[in-house]
């Protein structure tokens, strides 16, 4: 006899004739479709309980572009509770400078002609903030069909204001650099020059 537990599921069988005093049930072991079910609720709860630790954040939004899911650290970084996010629309959020650029990309993975596609867009945060994000998408798919687009992305506005202030620092030193009257020159390792003022030629005719 196998002496591992067993959980079974009982129930009365009213739906057909009873014989004379007789009560009849109908027994199921439903041992294993329990454990089944048990996995999937623990694997439903890691997911759940890893998303909601992640910095970067977890969305889903359906084809229309409706939030149907979102992690809270996603939901928080945009000032939102989960159940605000979960109101919204991708317009709500995404510059429309970079509307085309969200519709392009999803148009891509429809097509079969990218399986995930990543790119770089501007949004706003409840309270008008700029929030840029870099965000990598795939395709949502149930019996066949394309039902939505499943998304993690992470907040690069730092990297993108350093990267802002570097262009402006090179934008101004070409500025003097270019206007500046002495000679000012640069040499590589093998003692070429590899940068020369425009003032050079001014002075030495070349």
């Not at 079910?37 to 977890?58: G, P, R, T, V, W």
């Not at 945060?125 to 965000?135: M, R």
Request: a negative charge; aromatic letters at 10%.
């Amino acid at each position: 006899i196998n002496s591992r537990v067993r959980i079974i599921r009982w129930r009365k069988l009213d739906d057909i004739p009873q014989i004379s005093n007789l009560v009849m049930y109908l027994i199921e072991d439903v041992t294993e479709q329990k454990q089944i079910q048990d996995e999937a609720n623990f694997s439903i709860q890691s997911y759940k309980e890893l998303s909601a630790h992640l910095s970067d954040f977890i969305y889903t939004h359906d084809l229309n572009g409706n939030f149907v899911n979102i992690n809270e650290n996603g939901a928080s970084m945009y000032g939102y509770t989960v159940d605000e996010f979960l109101k919204l629309n991708v317009i709500d959020l995404v510059d429309p400078e970079f509307l085309p650029q969200v519709k392009q990309k999803m148009r891509e993975k429809i097509d079969g002609k990218a399986d995930t596609t990543t790119y770089e867009i501007l949004t706003y945060s409840k309270t008008g903030e700029k929030i840029w994000i870099e965000s990598s998408t795939r395709l949502i798919k149930f019996d066949n069909q394309v039902k939505g687009i499943q998304g993690i992305a992470r907040n690069i506005t730092d990297r993108k204001l350093s990267e802002d202030k570097l262009k402006q620092s090179e934008q101004k030193f070409r500025g003097v650099f270019e206007t500046i009257d002495d000679i000012y020159y640069h040499l590589n390792a093998d003692n070429t020059f590899d940068l020369v003022s425009p003032s050079c030629y001014t002075h030495l005719g070349y």
